[in-house]
């Protein structure tokens, strides 16, 4: 058997990643061949993947990337069990690669696709067997989407500081020199601020199901019933109005300013900027 010196072992940690005595571990059972070694560790990865495949990956983070002619942009989250390992280096980058694999997805795929785009020649799905390697923790892609622009508009996208929650959201204008102005970047961004912060349910009251709406206002009418028919009716009407205006994004009030709702917001930034604009959709991913 061939002998694992100290730097055989420093130049395998340094290739994986992985912890000292794994590297040694693998170096003896490889006899000293350094890709065989590699095999080892990346199925031991494997393994653990499988070992955890039950837990619950409840903690992560969100992040987001804009193409750099803006006209597409992708939210994501990457997914562990402890919020501890979601703060770690390792974690982190391979996040930060999720972001970048994600780009290379088209908008109509999912997570299982991201697996197999690539990052600096590697496949995503081995820098996920590989950061579960190196944490012990099951790792995996949770939400993901993707948005690009069919037309003049922009995107607008946003992480909390603390990489929980973020949100992205679509912006149509008149023009391609409307969507430039700085009025409407700002916007945008303000926008996608406060759907992280606001969390509609939908972008208007069409966009909310009518299984929602039914209970609601059976929820509202129980806290009314011995009263008359038509002032029940009255009631849940001036109730149902609220609830729209509190979980449908245009009638939101901005958390930036309430005297204006969202959709004012929207209006004011393109006249700014010397045309219309409109949201067009937006979503909101959130872990821990």
């Not at 199925?43 to 619950?56: D, I, P, Q, S, V």
């Not at 607008?156 to 409307?178: L, P, R």
Request: aromatic share 6%; proline share 1%; net charge negative.
């Amino acid at each position: 058997m061939a002998e694992i010196s100290a730097s055989m072992v420093a130049k395998l940690r340094k290739m994986t990643g992985q912890g000292m005595m794994d590297c040694k571990s693998a170096l003896q059972e490889a006899d000293g061949d350094f890709d065989q070694a590699i095999q080892i560790l990346r199925k031991k990865g494997l393994a653990t993947l499988a070992r955890r495949a039950e837990r619950e990956t409840s903690e992560g983070l969100v992040v987001a990337k804009v193409s750099d002619d803006g006209k597409t942009a992708v939210l994501a989250t990457l997914c562990c069990e402890t919020d501890f390992v979601a703060r770690s280096d390792d974690f982190v980058a391979a996040a930060e690669a999720l972001a970048e694999c994600a780009m290379a997805c088209s908008a109509h795929q999912g997570p299982e696709n991201v697996l197999q785009a690539k990052h600096r020649s590697r496949e995503f799905r081995d820098i996920l067997t590989e950061t579960a390697g190196k944490t012990g923790e099951k790792t995996e892609v949770g939400d993901y989407a993707k948005y690009t622009l069919d037309g003049p508009g922009l995107i607008g996208t946003y992480v909390h500081f603390n990489g929980k929650v973020g949100s992205m959201v679509q912006i149509e204008t008149s023009n391609e020199d409307v969507a430039a102005e700085d009025a409407l970047k700002k916007a945008a961004f303000d926008i996608a601020m406060h759907i992280t912060a606001a969390k509609p349910m939908a972008l208007d009251k069409d966009g909310i199901d009518a299984e929602t709406i039914a209970r609601e206002k059976a929820i509202f009418a129980a806290q009314v019933k011995n009263k008359p028919q038509d002032i029940i009716d009255k009631i849940v009407e001036g109730k149902m109005k609220k609830f729209f205006a509190e979980n449908c994004l245009l009638e939101q009030r901005f958390v930036k300013d309430d005297s204006k709702s969202v959709a004012q917001v929207v209006d004011e930034a393109a006249k700014q900027a010397g045309g219309w604009a409109k949201i067009k959709r937006f979503i909101r991913f959130e872990v821990g």
